[in-house]
């Protein structure tokens, strides 16, 4: 079983950057296909962002697109998740988790078989 711990936010101004990790142990990560979600208060959790096992393909919810880039380095087991121009409703604890490179990458919770703890991510305005 893969391990995952995020890391990285904290409390950032409107229009700010913040780069989030997701470090995973076990020897399989190249395996496992990754994504990031995020969760508001009072809300469901919701995709963020997922990378192919490859690195080679990467989806974005169209909140973040542009402003948001997904990245995976297989030789470290982390990904990362960079983070532009933020907004105040970006506001939500983050979450990675990973899915077997078997099947196809998807923007629902269920499609991913294990998760990190999260890591808070606060936009001031």
């Known amino acids: 079983q893969v391990q995952l711990v995020e890391s990285g936010g904290g409390l950032v101004q409107a229009g700010g950057s913040l780069r989030l990790s997701c470090a995973a142990s076990?020897?399989?990560?190249?395996?496992?296909?990754m994504g990031w979600f995020r969760q508001a208060p009072g809300k469901e959790r919701e995709f963020v962002a997922a990378?192919?096992?490859?690195?080679?393909?990467?989806y974005y919810a169209d909140s973040v697109k542009g402003r948001f880039t997904i990245s995976r380095d297989n030789a470290k087991t982390t990904v990362y998740l960079q983070m532009h121009s933020l907004k105040p409703e970006d506001t939500a604890v983050y979450y990675c988790?990973?899915?077997?490179?078997?099947?196809?990458?998807?923007?629902?919770?269920?499609?991913?078989?294990?998760w990190g703890q999260g890591t808070q991510v606060t936009v001031s305005s």
């Open positions: 990378i192919s096992w490859t690195g080679g393909s990467t």
């Open positions: 988790a990973g899915a077997s490179r078997l099947q196809a990458i998807v923007e629902y919770t269920t499609g991913y078989h294990f």
């Open positions: 076990g020897r399989t990560f190249s395996s496992y296909n």
